[in-house]
């Protein structure tokens, strides 16, 4: 379900709880056609994702947006010398509609040109946490009026790609700060960029000392380990863990291997396939991200993130909205 | 709906990308479905009719499964609603439901607040939801939603047209809930008398304005079924849980010494078309009408009712917050103006009282005086009394002793001759008498 607006199907227990036996049936009633209900709904109101790509300028942030997506979300730039870099960092936005097979999709993604390229880099998460709590303001705002829409407009991240570059030794005390305030506001996929200049070993040894990093500071990255419903959830999302972060390439060319034609970086060694397992970790990125967790992260945002945004917020104004509505009758 | 939104959002300037391939979002429906299943889905039925309808034995029908409970008398004293919530599992999805039956209703001999407890019922359920929104710490999402998403409303098989009760009760709910009104007990009416009596009724609804729940024809999936079951609205229906040898299957069906009448056939009765939208197409539909009109549209009421708007009188958007902040101060302001008028006026109590004790102290003081006066007035009277008693003694026991004196000597005197005397007397007497 996209937002709070549309009827709040998930209901508390589970089915069977252990105190009541469900119901015998003795015939077929019809119940599970409520989910081709739930699906034809859902192909109807279409859905909605954010996402936004943090890290240092010439990662490839904008060429992996392109690659997820397959199509031109961004046009990549190449930076002319004329450009000179930003000297704050700005957010960029931009959204589109893709659609497919009947399902539309609207994706907005959100890039940050300028983090960690200054010489004095300090509090420059402060932009990035200002954009997230204020599309989390913006929902909020639209969930406090009287007459409120429909369908409450989402423009909450519900996923945040921290690229990591490729030095090969450890996290740097930059991505320390920044992961270790953004993963309690939202979603953080931590991906090693630009991972072709790691050979495999490299890669592996580079995994483990950024989990290693991640553990010692307290590091939730997603998927969290806390927010496992059930044992299925926590074996698949441990088989997730045991891979973060992710080593992608991003290429948005094509070109000609064995008859073939993939998405590749051409080399004067060879052509580096984006979607060969055996290369780069790109597929399990696009699995993660599009095919199984969408619906999940933006659940987690909404349930978790969100209301704890919310909690704050209505706390600041000293309590008066929850306080005011127990006594009133 | 949404759609248009995104259709809009395409034309605003958000740009439909072609993709150059398969990039897999398409499973996201089965995401979301996964996701509600492992969650489980909640579904809560209001039953609203006279006793003695068929009520309980329809919701067994419907659900094919027996649901507890004894059929209620008709001696109720007043309408009551029974609530019973059930775990229904159907392969893997799993099913809260809820039956709301009420009890007692049409029974009573003055019916004008029969419609009072239902609907005080469907409000507090939109209220216990809306409070649960507006906490702070709220977990909506394992939330148990007890709003109530669709009514049945049982009509009794008269044959010639609605009550008045149905229609008032009728029009009471149809802001509150989706009603969808059904011929209870029909195979007590024959086909054309059904025919006339469902025209009678929907052209009744229409005239006195009830909205009944319309079954949605926006979606070309389900625009044709949906379409042709409006036409059939209100479903006359029939329940049964005994099971008949019909041919060589078992059957639900209701046996007549003049036949056998089956539940699950669509020419005897409309039971099966009851189901297939209650049911099989439309439960969705239900829980999305519930929330986003009927709880939006009390959510609304109610908020406004609290005095809080969108706009101020200079149409700038109003914050909530803002508003239950002065409202909050306005309240808190009142509290302590009524605590000094309080306190003001037990002060005052407190002195008059005090007033009133010390007159009565000074009271007792002064009784208390004129008590020890009187009493020592009497003891001295009682004194002097007693002193001339005694002077009065003395000189009583002076004479004595003087008379005693004076005794005594002339006894000594004249005691001899008293005692001639005596015996001259004696002699005397002697001589006379002889």
């Known amino acids: ?329 | 709906m949404a759609a248009a939104d995104i259709a809009r959002q395409v034309g605003e300037g958000c740009r439909t990308v072609p993709l150059a391939g398969h990039v897999g979002f398409d499973s996201l429906p089965d995401q979301l479905v996964n996701k509600s299943v492992s969650q489980g889905f909640c579904f809560n039925i209001l039953c609203v009719g006279e006793t003695g309808l068929g009520k309980s034995t329809l919701m067994d029908t419907l659900f094919n499964t027996k649901f507890e409970g004894e059929p209620a008398t008709h001696t109720q004293p007043g309408v009551q609603l029974r609530s019973n919530t059930y775990d229904l599992q159907e392969s893997n999805v799993g099913l809260k439901l809820t039956i709301v039956s009420t009890v007692g209703f049409g029974d009573q001999i003055n019916k004008e607040d029969s419609y009072k407890p239902i609907v005080e019922f469907i409000d507090a359920q939109f209220e216990a939801y809306l409070q649960e929104e507006l906490k702070i710490r709220r977990v909506l999402h394992t939330y148990h939603d007890s709003r109530i998403h669709a009514c049945l409303y049982f009509i009794a098989p008269t044959g010639h047209s609605l009550k008045s009760l149905d229609l008032v009760t009728m029009k009471k709910l149809d802001s509150k809930v989706n009603i969808i009104p059904i011929i209870a007990k029909s195979d007590a009416i024959s086909k054309s008398e059904l025919t006339k009596f469902k025209i009678k009724i929907t052209s009744e609804l229409v005239s006195n304005g009830v909205q009944i729940y319309q079954f949605p024809t926006d979606d070309e999936s389900v625009a044709e079924i949906n379409g042709t079951m409006n036409a059939h609205l209100p479903f006359a229906v029939i329940g049964s849980t005994e099971e008949l040898k019909i041919g060589n299957k078992m059957m639900k069906a209701r046996q007549y010494p003049w036949g056998t009448v089956q539940v699950e056939n669509e020419a005897h009765c409309d039971f099966v078309k009851l189901r297939e939208m209650l049911i099989r197409v439309n439960m969705e539909d239900l829980r999305e009408q519930t929330h986003t009109r009927h709880y939006e549209l009390y959510r609304r009421c109610k908020l406004e009712e609290m005095g809080f708007k969108d706009t101020d009188p200079d149409s700038k958007p109003f914050s909530l917050q803002e508003t239950y902040e002065a409202k909050r101060n306005e309240f808190l302001g009142e509290l302590q103006k009524k605590e000094e008028e309080m306190r003001q006026m037990f002060v005052q109590r407190v002195k008059e009282k005090e007033a009133e004790l010390k007159e009565a102290e000074k009271e007792l003081h002064e009784k208390f005086d004129r008590l020890k006066k009187l009493h020592q007035d009497e003891k001295k009277k009682l004194e002097d009394k007693k002193k001339s008693l005694d002077d009065e003694v003395n000189a009583f026991k002076q004479r004595k002793t003087a008379a005693e004196l004076l005794q005594t000597q002339g006894s000594q005197a004249g005691g001899s001759q008293t005692l001639k005397r005596d015996k001259e007397k004696k002699n005397n007497l002697w001589l006379c008498t002889e």
């Not at chain 1, 907005?108 to 989390?136: E, H, M, S």
């Not at chain 1, 369908?151 to 920044?178: A, K, M, N, Q, S």
């Open chain 1, 1 to 329: 379900m996209d937002t709070l607006r549309q009827s709040p199907s998930p209901c508390s227990s589970r089915p069977s709880s252990p105190r009541t036996p469900p119901f015998e049936m003795f015939g077929p009633v019809g119940i599970e056609a409520v989910l081709d209900q739930l699906k034809i709904k859902a192909m109807k109101t279409g859905f909605e994702f954010n996402i936004m790509v943090v890290g240092q300028s010439g990662l490839g942030k904008s060429t992996m947006v392109n690659t997820l997506f397959k199509s031109k979300v961004w046009k990549s730039a190449m930076p002319s010398l004329e450009v000179p870099t930003p000297q704050t960092l700005e957010l960029h936005s931009v959204s589109h509609v893709i659609e497919e097979k009947g399902l539309k999709l609207k994706l907005t993604v959100t890039d940050t040109p300028g983090f960690g390229d200054q010489i004095n880099n300090d509090k420059c998460w402060d932009p990035v946490l200002g954009y997230i709590n204020q599309q989390y303001e913006q929902y909020l705002q639209e969930e406090l009026l009287i007459t409120r829409q429909r369908h409450i407009p989402d423009t909450r991240v519900h996923c945040c790609v921290y690229f990591v570059p490729p030095t090969g030794h450890c996290l740097r005390p930059l991505d320390i700060e920044f992961l270790r305030r953004l993963c309690r506001t939202v979603n953080v996929v931590p991906v090693i960029a630009r991972a072709d200049s790691l050979t495999i070993e490299e890669r592996e040894a580079f995994r483990s000392r950024i989990q290693q990093n991640l553990k010692t500071h307290c590091i939730e990255v997603y998927p969290q380990k806390c927010f496992d419903e059930d044992i299925n959830d926590s074996i698949l999302n441990g088989k997730i863990r045991e891979q973060i972060p992710f080593a992608v390439v991003g290429a948005d060319q094509e070109h000609l291997v064995n008859g073939r034609c993939v998405l590749g970086r051409k080399t004067k060694w060879g052509i580096i396939e984006v979607e060969n397992i055996a290369h780069c970790e790109f597929l399990l990125l696009r699995d993660l991200l599009i095919r199984s967790h969408l619906q999940d992260l933006k659940d987690i945002t909404h349930n978790v993130h969100y209301e704890n945004y919310r909690v704050i917020r209505l706390n600041e104004g000293s309590g008066a909205v929850a306080q005011v509505v127990e006594r009133s009758p």
